[in-house]
């Protein structure tokens, strides 16, 4: 019995993709299988539709790191046929088989099960971008983030991380400042919740800079790290979450030493799995639908690729949504 999916082939850095048709006795091992609904794109999947950063190692191959769908078949007593789930992280998409498939088979201690209230299109305007959102906020506030300390900083505000954290932040009644280069999303960023908007981070060189910050939510990883550290409060914290910006961290122990800012490494992978299911219910409680629908758009399968380029780019706002079926 088969199956629609993109399917990459070749060697790693010279990659082709299309929608093929798979047959269900190719799928890998795993004790759920699932009739996938929905994916997304998130900035690793455009590295893997396009071959690059070698994280695939093995072809052919179904990317797509996060799915939501309904369990079909189950070896694992915590699921049953019929039960809507969500994946993201644990190497799907990766080192196994993913969601750009209409059926996925995975471990089922991978899953979560979809909170009350929650649909599989939201939980993939959510998806792995979202899902990381949470979990740094969770990190800042077990690490003392207040609301009466002034603005959040949240960098790279229009893209899926960022955005969804804007989301979160203000409607937790933070004071968010969304940092962006792009002057025409200004208005955008405020109706998702920020309370100003300012510029892309410049780099002075200082070891400290005036303190701005109540924390920050940081996408970008570089120059801009760099720069929100020096510019952090006393007693605050850092989510480290992304490095579209660069790998290398240019500064100083002393805003570490001086105002006591911490950075705390986010990782939505190998996240464990009670806490995972908390954020899962909070981000259904949490994280208003008015606003998640405002920030998300769907393509079909097909358009996936092109999505993925457009993401590597830079031009993609907020999340998109995969309908695998579409």
């Known amino acids: 019995m088969g199956f629609k999916a993109i399917l990459l082939e070749g060697e790693d850095g010279n990659i082709t993709a299309g929608v093929k048709d798979v047959d269900e006795s190719a799928l890998p091992d795993g004790d759920v ?16 539709l ?16 996060d799915l939501a769908g309904t369990v079909s078949a189950s070896d694992n007593p915590d699921y049953l046929p019929g039960d ?10 990766e080192r196994h088989w993913g969601g750009y498939g209409q059926k996925a088979r995975v471990k089922g201690d991978w899953l979560v099960k979809l909170p009350e209230g929650m649909t599989e299109l939201q939980a993939m305007a959510i998806g792995t971008a979202g899902f990381t959102s949470m979990i740094s906020v969770m990190a800042m506030e077990h690490n003392g983030l207040r609301k009466d300390g002034g603005p959040v900083l949240v960098t790279g505000a229009t893209g899926g991380v960022g955005s969804v954290a804007v989301a979160i932040l203000g409607a937790l009644g933070y004071e968010v400042a969304a940092s962006t280069g792009k002057e025409s999303e200004h208005d955008f960023l405020k109706s998702l919740g920020a309370t100003e908007v300012v510029g892309r981070l410049e780099a002075s060189g ?36 992304g490095n579209a910006g660069g790998n290398e961290l240019n500064t100083t122990v002393l805003p570490c030493l001086l105002r006591g800012v911490s950075l705390l490494g986010i990782d939505s992978v190998m996240y464990p799995v009670e806490p995972r299911k908390e954020a899962w219910r909070r981000l259904a409680t949490e994280l208003p639908a008015e606003k998640l629908e405002a920030l998300t758009e769907v393509i079909p ?19 998109t949504v995969i309908d695998v079926n579409a």
């Open 50 to 65: 396009k071959g690059m950063a070698r994280l695939v190692r093995n072809y052919p191959h179904i990317p797509g790191i």
């Open 33 to 48: 299988t699932v009739d996938v609904a929905y994916s997304d794109i998130n900035y690793k999947d455009g590295l893997i």
């Open 206 to 241: 200082k070891p400290l800079e005036k303190a701005l910050w109540n924390g920050c939510v940081d996408t970008v990883g570089g120059e801009t790290l760099s720069t929100a550290f020096a510019q952090c409060n006393l007693h605050t914290s850092i989510a480290v979450l």
């Open 84 to 93: 809507k789930v969500v994946l993201t992280g644990w190497g799907l998409g």
């Open 301 to 319: 399968l097909a358009a996936a690729m092109e999505a993925g380029e457009k993401i590597l780019a830079g031009g993609m706002r907020g999340r």
